[in-house]
């Protein structure tokens, strides 16, 4: 009986042992971070879009913790831009179908944009109208102007080949033109 007691007293201690070493192992998640902006007037802060759904405020100051997370997307965020016209706003896009409008202060979307069942890949903020962004999803882009309506872009254009995979957007600096690339 002594034997019997000594192999359950071993295996206890045994299970003791992995149960105190899981309780003392150190566990870390980090998001994949999928785009970042850095803010117009200071490099020193930034946002990032992660693969969970979330944006993150960051500051090169304090690289061990966020200033700010946003929650408002079901799928993975694409991309994040901060407004140029306006402080503290700034656009997400996701795999969920949406385009949301955030401001710095409120972690929850403002205004959330959809306009078909695609994921949405890229977005941009035109540099010569503050209401005005635009987006892409597989095959479509779009022109949204906000003093005209929030429900529905103004500009819709679909690329006919249905091979082609719009990926990256973009407002040009100095015209009147957009640049669109694919993968």
């Given at each position: 009986?002594s034997g ?73 965020v694409y ?77 819709i254009s ?26």
């Amino acid at each position: 009986s002594s034997g019997i007691n000594a192999e359950y007293g071993g295996a206890q201690d045994a299970g003791k042992a992995q149960q105190k070493l899981r309780g003392e192992a150190f566990i870390s998640r980090f998001a994949g971070g999928l785009g970042f902006d850095f803010y117009p007037s200071n490099n020193n802060i930034y946002l990032v879009a992660t693969e969970e759904g979330f944006v993150h405020k960051c500051s090169c100051s304090y690289n061990e913790q966020y200033l700010q997370s946003y929650a408002g997307h079901t799928g993975p965020v694409y991309k994040v831009k901060w407004s140029p016209f306006v402080p503290d706003c700034f656009l997400t896009c996701s795999s969920d179908w949406t385009i949301r409008l955030w401001h710095g202060d409120v972690t929850k979307p403002i205004l959330t944009f959809v306009s078909s069942t695609k994921s949405v890949n890229d977005i941009c903020w035109s540099n010569v109208c503050a209401t005005v962004f635009g987006a892409v999803s597989d095959n479509r882009i779009e022109i949204w102007d906000l003093r005209s309506t929030n429900l529905d872009p103004v500009i819709i254009s679909n690329v006919s080949d249905p091979d082609v995979r719009l990926s990256t957007f973009l407002f040009t600096d100095n015209s009147s033109t957009l640049l669109v690339g694919d993968s």
